[in-house]
């Protein structure tokens, strides 16, 4: 979770037993462009897993009006995250069409409720309580940082040889290798995609922690119907 972009094409290249680069980004061969380009493809598609370190605590500051910018960088909303500062109101977001478009024709009172809709880019609040915060957690579509500061979300794509790459660096490796192998003709390209797989698949076992069904009564309380946390 620290490793820059040269760094992950170096390891890359080294893997492949090919001959490491003095630039990638600012390169103008073909390979080393290519490379560049399926950093970017594996950034674009990791940054949608769930994984705990792209989740951010967004704050909106709500005042008379009705409508709001989220956070740059807003990927996706983490369900049922949202709560009001010292204020025990609960938020429904997503609020439904059928019902936002009920409150909004005044034919419903929305009550001890927050309704919440997000349009695009914008957060739209129903009956925004003014003076206090909205408080959420949301999934940022940034998984890379600048140098400057190497563990804050900035970028959603390498742009700079030094940029930094927050989430596991094994991961990403893996999954480029796999890309650089197919694209430049390795027989075996499938075989690297499985172990990317494999590692992928242990990966989120241990970020999102040990889960199990389990009864609520009968034979003896807490025996699981089923270990859903051990790897396949």
């Known amino acids: ?14 893997r492949m037993a090919f001959a490491r680069s003095t630039a990638y980004a600012a390169s103008t ?3 080393d462009r290519q490379l560049v380009a399926m950093a970017n493809e594996s950034a674009a598609v990791l940054r949608t897993l769930p994984l705990t370190r792209l989740l951010t605590l967004g704050t909106i500051a709500m005042t008379a009006a009705t409508t709001y910018n989220l956070p740059a960088g807003f990927f996706q909303y983490v369900a ?29 009172a929305p009550g001890a409720v927050l309704y919440v809709r997000q349009m695009g880019t914008q957060l739209a609040i ?6 206090v915060n909205l ?18 979300p900035a970028k ?10 927050l989430l596991d660096d094994e991961l990403i490796v893996k999954d480029v290798k796999w890309r650089a192998e197919k694209h ?16 992928l698949h242990d990966l989120l076992t ?27």
């Open 126 to 131: 129903l009956n925004p309580v003014n003076g």
């Open 29 to 31: 061969t073909i390979a």
């Open 80 to 108: 049922d995250t949202a709560f009001m500062d010292s204020n025990l109101t609960p938020v429904c977001w997503p609020t439904t069409p059928d019902v936002w478009n009920q409150y909004q024709a005044g034919n419903l």
């Open 206 to 232: 241990r970020v999102q922690g040990n889960r199990t069904i389990a009864p609520g009564q009968g034979w003896p309380v807490g025996v699981p119907y089923a270990d859903l946390w051990r790897p396949a």
């Open 135 to 152: 408080y959420f957690e949301y999934e940022s579509a940034y998984p890379i940082a600048v140098t400057a500061t190497p563990t804050v």
């Open 156 to 165: 959603a794509a390498f742009t700079l040889d030094t940029d930094v790459w």
């Open 1 to 14: 979770m620290s490793f820059t972009l040269t760094q992950i094409l170096d390891t890359v290249n080294d």
């Open 184 to 199: 430049n003709g390795f027989d075996d390209w499938q075989i690297t995609k499985q172990e990317m797989n494999a590692y």
